[in-house]
């Protein structure tokens, strides 16, 4: 409620006036402001309060000395109800949970931006909240039912279908006996939930190598090596190999183990015919987790491979037998063998 004020000071040593709002008289507590002329109109308003309000005008001289003052009563009526302002926040609940004597409560922010904890959710079985962020009631939430209500027994109080995943929750339909359907929560799933599973926990692999194998060069030769899951449920392991010595080596791509189990693997060393020494290579076993091995390769020898002649060589001999074979039938070649005899021992 705004008031328009007058005052003036005619004497001399006049420096300024504090003029403002108090609940007694002659004094000034609540928005008090300085004027320095001795001639004053000024707006102001009436502070928010119940009963009477005086506007007070004070002069003072040089030296804050106290000249004169001037009080004004006003009677506020109660309630009074200040000029609208509007809202700085929007009153809603937000996304902060918490679980309070087995409901499900949230913080709610009013206009003023101020925040409170409300029950958001009567629970039907309890209430989880396992971070601020998450916040769920366990069994269904509590209906509130209008006065004179009269409950029906048209349906069997059951649950109704197959569980289903609501986000990490495991869930499944329930019908009361009103024959009203609902959802509730059944269990919290740690690692997740699909298709109306809770996933077990990712499995995880041990792998084991020899520290060395021995492979010839120019060869392929057998490799052993084992894999382990050691999770708590059935799992499919990836396998990868890296490393100066991977390109040799070819293995199984991906393997299943059953909770528990060890498989021995058979993979095949191929080793150039121009390999040399020693090269290191890495095994790594994926599921949830990844478990890496190293070892190496080292070429034991290069294997010399047999020379086999060629097809038109062969022909070639074989046409040389068969003519050899015609020229001593004839004769003409024992003729041959005595005549060079005796030329050799004419000589």
Known sequence: ????????????????????????????????????S??????????????????TAIAYDINNNVLASISSPFTVNFPYYPPFQPSICTPQFLNTYQ?????????????????????????VSGCYSPSQSVGYCLGGVVQPQPVGYIQ?????????????????FLARKYQESDCSVGTRIQQYCVNGCLEGNCLPP????????????????CDVTAMD????????????????????????????????????????LTGLISVPCDAKGSKAFSISVKDGTTNTQNSMVTVAGENV??????????????????VLVLLYRSGLLKRYMRSYKRAEESF
């Open 1 to 36: 409620m705004p008031v328009n004020a007058n005052f003036y000071y005619s004497g001399l040593g006049f420096s300024k006036f504090i003029a403002g709002w108090s609940t007694s008289p002659n004094t000034c507590t609540v928005s008090c402001q300085a004027y320095y």
């Open 38 to 55: 001795n001639s004053q109109s000024a707006s102001t308003n009436v502070p928010y309060a119940a009963g009477t309000m005086y506007f």
């Open 99 to 123: 679980c309070l004597g087995g409901q499900l409560q949230q913080l709610y922010q009013g206009a003023n931006c101020n925040t409170q904890w409300m029950t958001s959710q009567n629970c």
């Open 152 to 168: 029906p027994s048209g349906c069997q109080a059951q649950y109704t279908g197959n569980y289903f995943c609501a986000d990490d």
């Open 202 to 217: 990712a499995g995880k692999s041990s792998v084991q190598l020899n520290s060395v194998y021995t492979a010839a060069a």
């Open 225 to 264: 090596f084992k894999i382990k899951n050691n999770g708590g449920t059935q799992s499919d392991f990836k396998i990868n190999a890296s490393g100066d010595a991977s390109a040799w080596l070819r293995f199984p791509a991906a393997v299943t183990l059953d909770k528990g189990e060890e498989k021995t």
């Open 305 to 322: 491979a047999p020379v086999t002649p060629s097809i038109p060589a062969l022909i070639g001999l074989a046409a040389i037998a068969f």
